[in-house]
């Protein structure tokens, strides 16, 4: 899960370089934390959030297919 949420922030962004993913929690839950810097927060999160909600919806996905749950928090940089 982390991998692909990587892979989606760092095809968005200008600086792909700056793209951190870090996964956390056990079991079942898991938390995956995404930061980019300031320029591309808009790129990531999109207008009204629409782009973040797609990449929560793909993530989700991904945790179901597993037996899990997940969620994403964009991190202020």
Known sequence: ???L???????????PEQVEVRESGGG????VELSVTKEDM???IGKSG???????ALLRVAA???GKQATLDVMEP
Do not use: P, Q, T, Y
Not at 5 to 15: G, P, Q, R, T
Not at 28 to 31: D, K, L, N, P
């Open 28 to 31: 079942s839950r898991v938390r």
């Open 64 to 66: 179901e297919r597993e």
């Open 50 to 56: 629409k782009v973040a909600n797609a990449i929560r």
């Open 1 to 3: 899960m982390k991998e």
């Open 5 to 15: 949420i990587e892979f989606i922030a760092k095809s968005l962004v200008d600086h």
């Open 42 to 44: 808009g790129r990531v």
